[in-house]
């Protein structure tokens, strides 16, 4: 089966500090992963993706991601993170031949 | 560039009525074609996607249906709303199915009410 967890509903942190907010995938094959942020009434803007290679992934914003294929994950990062990052961010897993499958989301709330 | 335009931008309907989104996207030949639900609040979950002009494949469907007719148009309707049906529709277009991003356009915000 496919499927991707974004464990944390919410996160909260303070400006100036490190975020990270965490992913896991299932599925079979070799996985493509993919961030995307969504601002407050507003639709979904494309981060960064994961297809093969480099572990670690850069992307718009100052933002990166770590493919870990141990654990079968893929946390997205940013050091300091801003205010402006509040947001609420998917993790997405390209899946053959449909839709790519998002997760649930995460809240972030950075306080300045 | 390629451009994607979602309309209308908002609507509010009642309970039982007819219901038609669209989305055109412009300077790209042959796209990948998606619709999406997201719930106020929610995850998105996906609806109905579409690789070629009269071919739409669905993935859960809640009562909705999809079409292409043009290459570059991707509908979506019902004949009969539900409450279930508000939430916020995004239409979004790909390269290819599985490891291109989605390019997603502005949405469109469905009150049932």
């Known amino acids: 089966a496919q499927s991707v967890d974004q464990p944390d509903a919410h996160v909260t942190l303070s400006e100036g500090a490190s975020l990270e907010l965490r992913c896991s995938y299932s599925?079979?094959?070799?996985?493509?992963l993919f961030w995307y942020v969504q601002y407050p009434g507003q639709s979904l803007q494309f981060l960064l993706k994961?297809?093969?290679?480099?572990?670690v992934v850069k992307g718009t914003k100052g933002f990166e991601a770590e493919f870990r294929k141990s654990n079968s994950s893929f946390n997205l990062k940013k050091s300091p993170a801003h205010w402006s990052d509040s947001a609420k961010y998917f993790c997405?897993?390209?899946?053959?031949?449909?839709?790519?499958?998002f997760g649930a989301g995460t809240k972030l709330s950075v306080k300045p | 560039a390629q451009t994607i335009h979602q309309w209308p931008v908002a609507e509010i309907k009642a309970v039982g009525s007819p219901l038609s989104l669209g989305c055109t996207i412009k300077?790209?030949?042959?796209?990948?074609l998606y619709w999406y639900w997201q719930a106020t609040g929610g995850t998105l979950q996906q609806l109905f996607y579409?690789?070629?002009?009269?071919?739409v494949e669905s993935v859960v469907q809640l009562n909705l249906s999809a079409s292409r007719p043009k290459d570059d148009q991707f509908i979506l309707s019902t004949e009969k709303l539900l409450l279930s049906h508000s939430g916020f529709y995004l239409c979004?277009?790909?390269?290819?199915?599985?490891?291109?991003?989605?390019?997603f356009g502005h949405g469109t915000k469905l009150s049932v009410l």
């Open positions: 979004a277009w790909s390269h290819s199915i599985s490891n291109e991003r989605l390019f």
């Open positions: 599925y079979s094959a070799a996985p493509y």
């Open positions: 994961y297809i093969t290679g480099d572990t």
């Open positions: 997405a897993l390209g899946n053959n031949n449909n839709a790519p499958r």
């Open positions: 300077g790209k030949s042959s796209p990948n």
């Open positions: 579409s690789i070629t002009v009269g071919q």
